[in-house]
């Protein structure tokens, strides 16, 4: 495998990482295309761990990106009246909408009081397990400094209240029904014009219909079929991943509207599965 393919193979990943240090989508994309062109003038010699490599290079580009954007609303509030903090600042309203949903609200409020080096300490170790002493050099400190800092953040995110998703209490009804074989209950959960469209994936190589319609159809199909199935958030969209022996087969995003499910997007393409941002709830 060549570097550009490893880069890639990394890429999704070192997306996440930016997008919930910077929240913002085109920001967390400039960082992962810095470190693209930081790889491509280093080259692949000498680097025994591209994947710990890259992680460190876009936690110190975010970083750097942190820093340079206090400074700019220091800079704006010597000369205009305070303003409350802005969540995402280069996205738009619907990129805005998709990081509220993935990373909470509350997190990303909460976020915006840290210091950038708090913010990094927190994101790396908390929602990517990266090791403290990978942490260290990337922050400036040593291995305990750096668990301080992400200890002051955690306590921090920790006083904040929880939120779940809009539509989670749906969803998790609906899995519980399709277990249980509750066919009543799943009729309830949809709406009578509820969609189920399937990637060409699954239509060729699985065998799944191209799309169904009707509450009592899609109650039929789901009907006892959700064993291996779990709530998860994709790219940032409330969804169901199923799973089993925690390979995911595909992930189905869901719209739910007024405490019912309007419509179910599946996606089985094993290629564009290793794309998406599929986080467990």
Not at 45 to 63: E, K, Q
Not at 249 to 257: D, K, N, R, S
Request: aromatic share 4%; proline share 6%; glycine share 6%.
């Amino acid at each position: 495998m060549d570097v550009h393919e490893r880069f890639e193979e990394n890429r999704p990943r070192l997306r996440a990482v930016a997008y919930r240090m910077l929240g913002s989508t085109a920001e967390a994309e400039d960082a992962v295309q810095e470190a693209w062109l930081r790889l491509d003038r280093a080259g692949p010699g000498g680097i025994d761990n591209l994947d710990a490599w890259l992680t460190t290079v876009v936690g110190r580009v975010c970083l750097d990106m942190l820093r340079s954007r206090a400074a700019r609303r220091e800079d704006t509030l010597a000369a205009e009246p305070p303003a409350a903090p802005a969540i995402g600042r280069s996205a738009g309203p619907e990129d805005e909408t998709l990081l509220a949903d993935s990373v909470g609200l509350a997190l990303l409020v909460v976020l915006e009081t840290l210091t950038p080096v708090e913010r990094l300490a927190f994101v790396l170790h908390d929602l990517f397990a990266v090791p403290f002493d990978e942490i260290a050099p990337i922050v400036g400190r040593s291995p305990d400094a750096a668990r301080q800092l992400a200890s002051r953040a955690r306590r921090r995110v920790r006083a904040q209240p929880a939120e779940r998703p809009a539509g989670r209490e749906v969803v998790d009804a609906f899995l519980a029904a399709s277990r249980d074989g509750e066919f009543e209950t799943l009729l309830s959960l949809l709406d009578p014009d509820v969609r189920l469209r399937v990637d060409a994936f699954g239509q060729r190589d699985l065998g799944l219909p191209a799309e169904m319609h009707g509450a009592g159809a899609l109650a039929r199909f789901f009907n006892g079929k959700a064993r291996n199935a779990e709530p998860a958030l994709v790219d940032g969209v409330l969804a169901i991943r199923v799973a089993p022996g925690d390979d995911t087969l595909l992930v189905i995003a869901l719209t739910v509207t007024a405490g019912r499910i309007t419509a179910l997007d599946a996606t089985t393409d094993p290629t564009r599965l290793r794309e998406l941002e599929i986080l467990p709830l």
